[in-house]
Nanobody, 119 residues
Framework: QVQLVESGGGLVQPGGSLRLSCAVS????????MRWYRQTPGKERELVAQ????????TYPDSVKGRFIISRDVAKYTLYLQMNDLKSDDTAVYYC????????????WGQGTQVTVSS
């Protein structure tokens, strides 16, 4: 059974940092493409970071490039998102996602963790 569980969200002031974690079971981090998304009410879910399974190549949209860092600890079955210089626009529910690059129907989601950036 595949399970993804996010943690680490909370309230932070503008300019601050948070590190999100996603504990994974049932899939292998260095085989699956792992992603972090975020969503605010009334908006579509937005991809904010991706790490490829085999090569570990990372990609980011311009909105977070230079501020967010995605990483993984394969031995600990954990995905991370380090978020620095947070802005109010980063306020959202953050979700981790794992997708099998050879079988796209195998896509799994966590339950989400709330990040609120406010003074």
């Amino acid at each position: 059974q595949v399970q993804l569980v996010e943690s680490g969200g909370g309230l932070v002031q503008p300019g601050g940092s948070l590190r999100l974690s996603c504990a994974v079971s049932g899939i292998t981090l260095n085989l699956y493409t792992m992603r972090w998304y975020r969503q605010t009410p009334g908006k579509e879910r937005e991809l904010v970071a991706q790490i490829a399974g085999f090569a570990g190549t990372t990609t980011y949209p311009d909105s977070v490039k230079g501020r967010f860092i995605i990483s993984r600890d394969v031995a600990k079955y954990t995905l991370y998102l380090q978020m620095n210089d947070l802005k109010s626009d980063d306020t959202a529910v953050y979700y981790c996602n794992g997708i099998n690059p050879f079988r796209l129907a195998d896509s799994y989601w966590g339950q989400g963790t709330q990040v609120t950036v406010s003074s």
